[in-house]
């Protein structure tokens, strides 16, 4: 029901205290009306002149004479209304009711009676005295039929008792709550009046009386009033909003006014200026134009309702309809043509009226507005159905243990011991058999009536041990899809999961085109990360915003694992059943994307090891790629020359590195040695190597006429082109194959080592500073001469540093050993015997790059 509880929120403990005593009230009268009308009827006069009559103001209308009676032998007629008997009148259907009993229980067969008609057509009043008769007719049988549709007679207001303070109850600050349960009040008065309220107490006799006058003046007011406004204001109501107020203050003032004798008629300032009659006519007027009125609003109501309330006002639209437009037309049919109806018609049409107040409970318990009374209704419902099969197996356990004893009894005589063990032997098979057969249908009892529970316990199961094997957001989507509408059956559902870009995309459903991606951010999504479980929606919250196009009934938000963070949302439509989602769905639900929630982490988590694993293997491939550019830069093969057999090579740490080594070729018999260190490790350091290579290799030239301007010019370069932090160490010299002489500059290096073939030992020690460090920066040429069995030994930190931790290096003087132990082998074999040994040495582990050049003199 639409509401509007933030004002009545505060009050809410007087609401309750007014419910309290309206229903004490309803209560009350409901229970004396039963009383009443099940108290037996006094005998009916052994006399009668032969008609039947009904009340109104003006007297006792004659409806019907029956043929050949001491009525229609005196004259009287159809529509002869008696104004007065013996002399005497009344001016209250109970008056005349008491009088005329009165009068016909005193009277025997053969008596007279004065009656004083007025008849249509005649100024003057007609006197008439026909003779009683003794009272003619067969009493009616009491069929089963007839006594049960009599005690469901008698039971008429619990109906709308039972669903008016249920809904008043459980939302005692709605104002259409209040609405509903006095329209129902209102209904139970509209029941006939027991004869016996005659009989009861004065005080209590005044009290039902009125009651039952002052609800039945307000009934069709109310009744036009609710359906103007629910479930949301009519077409009528829009129009003309003072008519719900007009009417229920009219029908007051014309029907109030018999509040002493239980019956409607005007009160006594309308009537003494409006006639009697006047005021029936304009009083029925008001009473079924607002029956008419109401249901025209509830029809216009139906028409112009939107998707969510159509579902509220379905149903109650075809229960009001069927129940109350038969009622009034047979009530106006009784009041305006006097028509009389049969007792089952009578029974027919409270039963029609009874799906009034069911169609509302029905449509109250369908959608949200009680969602306990589902599960005490299930749970009634269960028991009966459980207890009534427990029932059943004793009573056929039971017939089939007399049936034994009846079958059996013959094989044994009276008193035999044989009897007692029989007997017991079959009591317990009986008995075993009768609870494996209760233990299996209860268990079926249970998934048919608490099935959401299996339904919950399954998807959990399921989805715990298939989460595990789900990989990819569109897998999981399909299988919360795929549970979710297998337990709760929506009409629509929609999986949403965060995607890499951030935003909710659906991986499950077919939403329309507009809502396939969701913000998180956007109006409706953004509040869900901080609820800890499902929230159901109405139309004006969604109305205009990004979730519109899907019709979500409820929203279902899967959480990361950190406060405020969204990883997904279920969008779930209106339930096939129209039922709502209920606490234990809820519950359902929110357990379900708990595991949903687990399951997206793994799968991020595994998305990120995945693009991890192709980020690092696409860095390998280019590593490997610069590797083998950085490859291609060094020297592919040794150089020739006539007096001197020299080689090179470089073991990198890592892919690539900082260590550069190169061989010249000045012409002319002259080659130059370059073997330099670049600061660093990796790319940083590869990359400044082959900066260092390109300013070399495109200046080389100017070598041959002045080593040291060739040597500033690349210092200056590599200056300007690196953060000041990097340098370079580097050993370069000009080797002339003639002369065999060896011109160098030992930028910063380690010194190389020449072994003598005689066994005496050089150094060639540092002839300038590092490269890159300084702007200004200058270089001096040293010099020395190569004879026949000199080994030149050109190497990097990587090869002397080498070890397995820093106490036990390799050292200069193990690679002098090693060396001169090789010394008599050609360069190649020098230069592989001095690597072999620094692994062995190093057991393996490289911490630095390792580069080396061997130059044997010949």
Not at 423 to 439: C, E, K, M, P, Y
Not at 478 to 496: E, W
């Amino acid at each position: 029901m639409s509401t509007a509880t933030t004002q009545s929120h505060k009050y809410r403990a007087l609401l309750i205290g007014l419910a309290t005593v309206f229903a004490a009230l309803t209560i009350f009268y409901s229970a004396a009306w039963m009383y009443y009308i099940r108290r037996p009827m006094p005998a009916l006069p052994p006399v009668e002149i032969g008609f039947d009559d009904s009340y109104s103001p003006a007297g006792i209308e004659i409806l019907s004479v029956y043929p050949n009676s001491p009525g229609e032998k005196a004259g009287l007629k159809v529509n002869d209304r008696i104004v007065a008997i013996n002399g005497r009148s009344a001016n209250s259907e109970s008056g005349w009711d008491e009088l005329e009993s009165r009068i016909w229980r005193s009277s025997q067969p053969g008596d007279t009676v004065t009656l004083t008609l007025q008849r249509p057509g005649l100024a003057q009043p007609v006197v008439i005295t026909p003779r009683f008769r003794a009272r003619q007719g067969a009493v009616e049988t009491k069929t089963i039929a007839r006594t049960i549709a009599v005690q469901i007679l008698q039971l008429y207001p619990m109906v709308f008792l039972i669903v008016g303070l249920a809904v008043l109850f459980l939302r005692v600050e709605d104002r259409n709550a209040w609405l509903l349960a006095l329209v129902f009040a209102t209904f139970i008065t509209s029941a006939d009046m027991p004869d016996e309220y005659s009989a009861a107490p004065q005080n209590l006799r005044f009290f039902l009386l009125a009651y039952r006058t002052m609800m039945g003046s307000v009934l069709t007011g109310l009744f036009y009033f609710f359906f103007a406004v629910f479930p949301t204001r009519s077409p009528i109501e829009r129009k003309v909003p003072w008519l719900k107020w007009a009417l229920l203050a009219s029908g007051t003032c014309l029907s109030l006014g018999g509040y002493r004798h239980g019956d409607s008629s005007a009160l006594p300032f309308i009537l003494a200026v409006v006639p009697s009659r006047i005021a029936q006519d304009v009083r029925r007027v008001v009473v079924y134009g607002s029956v008419f009125l109401g249901l025209a609003s509830l029809l216009c109501n139906r028409i112009n309702a939107s998707k969510d309330d159509l579902r509220k006002i379905k149903v109650v639209f075809w229960g009001t309809v069927a129940g109350v437009a038969p009622a009034a037309v047979i009530a106006l049919a009784q009041e305006v043509f006097h028509a009389q109806i049969s007792f089952w018609l009578n029974f027919a049409k409270v039963l029609l009226l009874f799906l009034f107040p069911l169609s509302f409970a029905y449509a109250v318990v369908m959608h949200r507005v009680m969602d306990i009374p589902v599960l005490i209704k299930r749970s009634a419902r269960y028991f009966m159905v459980e207890r009534g099969f427990v029932i059943f197996i004793l009573v056929f356990s039971v017939g089939l243990t007399l049936w034994f004893g009846q079958a059996f009894s013959r094989y044994f005589s009276a008193g035999s011991k044989a009897t007692i063990p029989i007997g017991a032997a079959f009591g317990v098979l009986v008995i075993s058999g009768a609870t494996q057969v209760h233990r299996r249908v209860r268990t079926r009892l249970d998934r048919a009536f608490f099935r959401s529970s299996y339904d919950a316990q399954q998807i959990l199961e399921d989805l715990a041990a298939k989460t595990l094997n789900t990989s990819s957001r569109e897998g999981l989507g399909l299988l919360l899809r795929q549970k979710i509408s297998d337990a709760l059956h929506p009409g629509s559902m929609f999986v949403y999961l965060q995607a890499s870009n951030g935003q909710l995309f659906a991986y499950a459903g077919s939403p329309p085109p507009e809502a396939t991606t969701l913000s998180s951010t956007g109006p409706g999504i953004a509040e869900l990360a901080d609820r800890n479980g499902p929230v159901e929606l109405i139309s004006e919250e969604i109305r205009g915003t990004q979730l519109a196009p899907l019709g979500p009934e409820c929203l279902v938000p899967i959480r990361g694992s950190s406060a405020g963070t969204l990883e997904g949302v279920v969008v779930l439509g209106t339930r096939l059943s129209e039922e709502p989602y209920s606490t234990t769905d809820k519950r359902l639900l929110a357990s379900v994307a708990s595991q949903a929630g687990i399951a997206m982490r793994s799968i991020t988590l595994a998305e990120k090891m995945a693009e991890q694993m192709e980020a690092e293997r696409r860095t390998e491939q280019e590593m490997q790629i610069a590797r083998q550019v950085q490859t291609r830069l060094l020297p592919q093969q040794a150089p020739s020359l006539k007096t001197l057999d020299c080689c090179g090579k470089c073991i990198q740490t890592r892919a690539v590195g900082g260590d550069y080594y190169d061989f010249l070729d000045f012409g002319s018999g002259r080659l130059g040695l370059v073997l330099a260190d670049i600061s660093g490790k990796g790319m940083s350091a590869a990359l400044l190597m082959a900066n260092l290579q390109a300013n070399l290799r495109g200046q080389y030239a100017l070598a041959l006429e002045d080593v040291p301007r060739l040597l500033r010019s690349v210092n200056l370069l590599f200056y300007r082109n690196t953060e000041t932090s990097h340098y370079a160490t580097m050993f370069f010299a000009i080797y002339d194959d003639g002369t065999r002489r060896l011109r160098y500059v030992n930028c910063g290096h380690n010194p190389p080592i020449l072994v003598r073939a005689n066994g005496d030992l050089d150094r060639l020690s540092a002839t300038a500073t590092v490269l890159g460090l300084f702007e200004e920066w200058d270089c001096t040429v040293a010099e020395c001469e190569l004879s026949p069995g000199d080994v030149l030994v050109i190497y990097t930190d990587g090869i002397s540093e080498a070890g397995p931790n820093e106490e036990e290096e390799f050292g200069e003087e193990r690679l002098i050993v090693t060396v001169r132990k090789y010394q008599l082998q050609p360069a190649g074999e020098i230069l592989d015997n001095i690597l072999n040994d620094v692994q062995q040495a190093s057991r393996g582990r490289q911490a630095d790059d390792m580069t080396l050049i061997v130059a044997r003199c010949s």
